[in-house]
T-cell receptor, first 111, second 115 residues
Framework: KQEVTQIPAALSVPEGENLVLNCSFT??????LQWFRQDPGKGLTSLLL?????REQTSGRLNASLDKSSGRSTLYIAASQPGDSATYLC??????????FGQGTRLTINP | DVKVTQSSRYLVKRTGEKVFLECVQD?????MFWYRQDPGLGLRLIYF???????EKGDIPEGYSVSREKKERFSLILESASTNQTSMYLC??????????????FGPGTRLTVT
């Protein structure tokens, strides 16, 4: 059974710092991995999707990497801003259609 | 932009009521999903549909049913609501198959309280 873990559960950093969020999964047979952002009380916004054959994806200040063999992904956020404060979730695609989610890292950027 | 909308942001129902949660997407996606999100348990898949009138159970289907009569609309039904179904419900849609097109797009969520 695929399990996805995100550590730490919460992270607080000063504005301007670069930071890394971690995601690990137990079964390396994945189709892809997706990073989402969730603001309090809201739905999920897709940030980046990495196919199983890819090593990384970039969008603006965000860079996501994937190491399938070790079952790990990281989300790097450069020059953090208070508007980046949110919960970040990773999810791996298993089987034909299903995503398995981690429990998220709650990120706070302090001005 | 893909848009996924859900019929209500907040809903309060009584135990035993029949509850309908509706989801509509405007991007002609084949796949639609219903999740619930609870503190400490994360997002869990209830049901998904890969075509009109087609459905498949997710990880926690007990106490729920679904209906997909039109491609753009996917309904979650609580036949007899119970307090343990108090949760945030999230709908999502996606294109089918593998490839970079397979991103799941989520709606804003419905926070359901059953009293």
């Amino acid at each position: 059974k695929q399990e996805v873990t995100q550590i730490p559960a919460a992270l607080s950093v000063p504005e301007g710092e670069n930071l890394v969020l971690n995601c690990s999964f137990t079964d390396s047979a994945i189709y892809n991995l997706q990073w989402f952002r969730q603001d309090p009380g809201k739905g999920l916004t897709s940030l980046l999707l990495i196919q199983s054959s890819q090593r990384e994806q970039t969008s603006g200040r965000l860079n996501a990497s994937l190491d399938k063999s070790s079952g790990r992904s990281t989300l790097y956020i450069a020059a953090s801003q208070p508007g980046d404060s949110a919960t970040y979730l990773c999810a791996v695609r298993r089987g034909a259609q299903k995503l398995v989610f981690g429990q998220g890292t709650r990120l706070t950027i302090n001005p | 932009d893909v848009k996924v909308t859900q019929s209500s942001r907040y809903l309060v129902k009584r135990t035993g009521e029949k509850v309908f949660l509706e989801c509509v997407q405007d991007m002609d996606h084949e796949n639609m999903f219903w999740y619930r999100q609870d503190p400490g348990l994360g997002l869990r898949l209830i049901y998904f549909s890969y075509d009109v009138k087609m459905k498949e159970k997710g990880d926690i289907p007990e106490g729920y049913s679904v209906s997909r009569e039109k491609k753009e609309r996917f309904s979650l039904i609580l036949e007899s609501a119970s307090t343990n179904q108090t949760s945030m419900y999230l709908c999502a849609s996606s294109l089918p198959g593998q490839g970079t097109s397979y991103e799941q797009y989520f709606g804003p969520g419905t926070r359901l309280t059953v009293t």
